[in-house]
């Protein structure tokens, strides 16, 4: 009776101990082993054997790709504009014994590593490039922080930029100044409009006036003419002159008596005697 409970004692001893010593690491994870508390070795995907009771498992590490989502944040730029920004992170476990011992929580670390790199690329930035060199920004934060992670044992695959935007604040200020600016350009672009049809009702008005001074200027000329060949057929120096000045006299009161406002027109008492007088001395001779 005692042997067969030191049997049972035995097989179930020869059990746990093969449970406690054969590790099944499933694919996509390394496992680190420690022995009486120190590193001893990493297990690979598959079957694996450890010492029970003095070989232990530590910590079970992923080696996929790890999606880190970086906080967002405040950031200053260089002109003291503040901006939003958040990140996200594809990280790779390439050392497991680095990612376990070399920091204390590897995760936290690179998610802090990159907002304080983030800070700094952004620090030296005015506001218009911060907005508009997403990509640039991302490259240098790449290179900044990747040889920083690789003494953890941990590989950055790809920093992308989420989101970068101005602070409600500072986007009310944005579209105020963004509103001043299109009134500024309302009303430089009416004043031009302006300025521009000035110009032009000026250049009419000069080409008009150089147009009636031509047009008196070839009067002048046409009763010059006329009063010339007047004076060459009557031989009178003083009748073609007085002729003339009759006729335009006697054309000017027609004029009158077509505007609308004209009530009555007055003619002078001496006109028709000033006339046949001068018919008569042209009759005379």
């Known amino acids: 009776m005692e042997a067969l409970q030191i049997l049972i004692i035995l097989v179930i001893g020869v059990i746990v101990t093969l449970y406690k010593g054969i590790k099944i690491v499933p694919q996509g994870e390394e496992w680190v082993v420690e022995k009486l508390g120190k590193f001893s070795r990493t297990l690979t995907p598959g079957l694996n054997l450890i010492i029970p009771f003095i070989e232990d498992i530590r910590q079970r590490i992923s080696t996929r790709d790890i999606i880190m989502d970086i906080p967002q944040q405040e950031v200053i730029t260089m002109d003291n504009a503040v901006i939003r920004t958040n990140a996200i992170a594809f990280v790779r476990v390439t050392n497991p014994k680095d990612a376990l011992y070399g920091v204390e929580d590897f995760k936290l670390a690179i998610a802090n590593l990159i907002m304080t790199t983030l800070r700094s690329i952004i620090g030296e930035m005015t506001l218009d490039q911060a ?3 997403r990509e640039t920004i991302k490259v240098k934060l790449k290179d900044n922080v990747i040889d920083d ?11 992308e930029i989420q989101d970068i935007n101005p602070s409600h604040s500072m986007q009310d200020s944005m579209e105020r100044q963004a509103a001043a600016e299109r009134e500024r350009r309302a009303i430089e672009t009416t004043a031009e409009g302006n300025k521009n049809a000035a110009i032009l009702a000026a250049r009419g008005k000069l080409e008009a006036a150089k147009l009636e001074a031509e047009a008196q200027i070839a009067l002048a000329n046409a009763s010059a003419t006329a009063i010339e060949m007047i004076s060459d057929a009557v031989q009178n120096k003083e009748l073609p002159a007085m002729f003339l000045l009759g006729d335009r006299y ?15 027109v007055v003619y002078p008492a001496d006109v028709q005697a000033a006339i046949k007088g001068m018919l008569g001395s042209v009759f005379s001779k």
């Open 149 to 159: 992670v690789a003494d953890w044992g941990v590989t950055i695959k790809s920093v």
């Open 250 to 264: 006697i054309h000017t009161l027609e004029k009158m008596t077509l505007s609308p406002n004209a009530k009555f």
């Open 131 to 133: 907005l508009s060199n």
